[in-house]
């Protein structure tokens, strides 16, 4: 059992680790960088240790920097958050090699997962269904891709094995473009993965994006905790997400969620993940599995009640889930709106000082942000400000909620995504549910947006 847990992370996710760390009577240790220093959850931190300058790669991402810290300070476990380290099989050993724990999964599990191909294989093997194609990485020999593809059937996507962010994925739409896609495609892998694997698979013309939350404990049991629905992005990144994914059928999704957690048991996963699926026509497509908390995670908490940084923190302290999945319901409905510092029109970064930060209250509301007023955003990380969370009994009145506090929400001194999300909450298509990930990005482009 521990008693202190390092947060090696920044931000919002930060300062939601430290709340539960805290309630839960644990120690907390923040490492941060330079201009993070005033930051509430570095205040508030029973021990904080500057590692490093503003950028990333010498503070947040210096592995030496975070383990010398937590020997220093006595740590006992360290949390990574998301982003960062957070899906770093190395780090996750070197961690437990220094004697500390690691609240995440294995470093193998970890492994596994971060190479798409192996996981897709895995996956297929417990049971989860997975997009049309073959589990094994393409060869040189172009007449045994065109073949593959052929199999598949036009358009197909090229994918790295080792790719993220929405990076290193080129969809080809008939077999005369294939070459010349193979070659940029498995080029593009070496320079940004270090890694030229690339695998094919179906392309979904207008998939949702639909994601299965887990818990798995130490003892080979887990669970799941429902859907969310993560379909309006951008540039592959999430701008709103709901959960339950809306208008799919209980039984399926029951049915989905199931084999995830049986997944789970049969690779001997452990903490919390995210199995990501593309949704066409009522079927579920594994697309990948996210080894870490996710930023969406709040909605999942105000549908099942349950504080999955405390599950996550109980199951690496070696206890046994706190719940069974019977005793698992999902009530009512949850948004989250992520407020960025950004430009809502031309989505260009918005760094400065906050001189105006009221944010909405009342029943069903809750705001996960480490801004206020006279915080100062700085341009060295990514845009997220905090989150705008709301739950209601029906999705009808968890939007309503969702569109008031919206308009009570005022952020001034820098621009940020607000009026952007004013305007989706009053979108038909997105009022109705079920819009396609292109959805978004098709409406920007209506009304002559980037
Ligand atoms: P990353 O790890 O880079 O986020 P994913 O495999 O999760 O990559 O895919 C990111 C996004 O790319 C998906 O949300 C979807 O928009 C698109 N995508 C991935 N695979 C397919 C596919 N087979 N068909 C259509 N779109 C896809």
Redesign the pocket.
Known sequence: MFGSVLIANRGEIALRIQRTCRRLGLRTIVVHSEPDREAPYVLQADLALCIGPAAAAQSYLCQKAILFAAEVSGAEAIHPGYGFLSENAGFAERVEAAGLTFIGPSAASMRVMGD?IAAKRSMRAAGVPC?PGPDAALTDDLDVVRAAAGEIGYPV?L?AAC???????R?VESESALADALLVTREEARLAFGNSAIYV????GR?R?VEIQVIADTYGDAVWLGSRDCSL?RR?QKVIEEAPAPQIEDALVREIGERCAEACRQIGYRSVGTF?F?VEDNAF?F??MNTRLQVEHPVTEMTTGIDLVEAQIRVAQGERLPFRQDGIACHGHAFECRINAEDPDSFAPSPGMIDTWQMPGGPGVRIDSHASSGYRVSSYYDSLLGKLIVHGTTRDEALARLRVALDEARIGGIATNLPLHRRLVTDPDFIRGGVS?HHLETRLRRSGQP
């Open positions: 798409k997009v996507i994918k790719g993220g962010g929405g990076r290193g994925m969809m698979e179906k392309f979904l998939p994006h992005q592959h990501e593309l497509y697309i990948e990930i």
